[in-house]
């Protein structure tokens, strides 16, 4: 089974900061990697698949990047609404798919 | 626009039974792989199991942790997915979502989950 391992478990930034999220993967993933936000009390959303394209309705400061193991989410300048947590997910060597334990962005 | 409904959770005692439904509206049902995904409280995401289309041989797969206890069903002609879930654990306890394939391994669309609770 592939562990995905988020970093940091939390980071605090201010609205207009840029956010950077980190996953690692403990074996190749290719670029086999998809990212998820999910708000309180809500369903998760779709953000990024194969590692740096975006999902439908996706704003462009959201991206990724990377390949192998090591991999990116980028939120270049952060607006209000996207403060969450993050989760990666990888579908490279499946069953099972797995998530990463997921990144907080919270407000400074 | 896609919809996806789940229903069918419950508080259910250590051992007993439950099972899940997921409406789906929207898009073309039998033509889309389905999953189901847990998340217990203040938990990460977990996926339990998927269902190809019967194009694709409607083929089954599971979690190791829910292997030989749920299973995934469909039933293209009332658009609805399920999870039926036997012998169940404490450790079961959680929200359920049932999510759209997307692209053979990622989920696309998501529905609001129906919270299953397992007391002992």
């Known amino acids: 089974e592939i562990v995905l391992t988020q970093s940091p478990a939390t980071l605090s930034l201010s609205p207009g900061e840029r956010a950077t999220l980190s996953c690692r993967a403990s074996?190749?993933?290719?670029?086999?990697i998809a990212w998820y936000q999910q708000k309180p009390g809500q369903a998760p959303r779709f953000l990024i698949y194969?590692?740096?394209k975006r999902a439908t309705g996706i704003p462009a400061r959201f991206s990724g990047s990377g390949s192998g193991t090591d991999f990116t989410l980028t939120i270049s300048s952060l607006e209000p609404e996207d403060f969450a947590v993050y989760y990666c997910?990888?579908?490279?060597?499946?069953?099972?798919?797995?998530f990463g334990g997921g990144t907080k962005v919270e407000v400074k | 626009e896609v919809s996806l409904v789940e229903s069918g959770g419950d508080l259910v005692k250590a051992g007993g039974s439950l099972r899940l439904s997921c409406a789906a509206s929207?898009?073309?049902?039998?033509?889309?792989?389905m999953n189901w995904v847990r998340q217990a409280p203040g938990k990460g995401l977990e996926w339990v199991g998927r269902i190809k289309t019967k194009f694709d041989g409607g083929t089954t797969d599971y979690a190791a942790p829910v292997k030989g206890r749920f299973t995934v069903s469909r039933d293209d002609s009332e658009k609805t997915l399920y999870l039926t879930m036997n012998s169940l654990k404490t450790e079961d306890t959680g929200l359920y979502y049932c999510?759209?394939?997307?692209?053979?391994?990622?989920?696309?669309?998501w529905g609001r989950g129906t919270l299953v609770t397992v007391s002992s």
């Open positions: 997910q990888q579908r490279t060597n499946w069953p099972p798919l797995t």
């Open positions: 999510a759209t394939d997307f692209a053979r391994g990622y989920f696309g669309d």
């Open positions: 929207g898009f073309t049902f039998s033509n889309v792989w």
């Open positions: 074996q190749s993933v290719s670029s086999d």
């Open positions: 194969d590692a740096s």
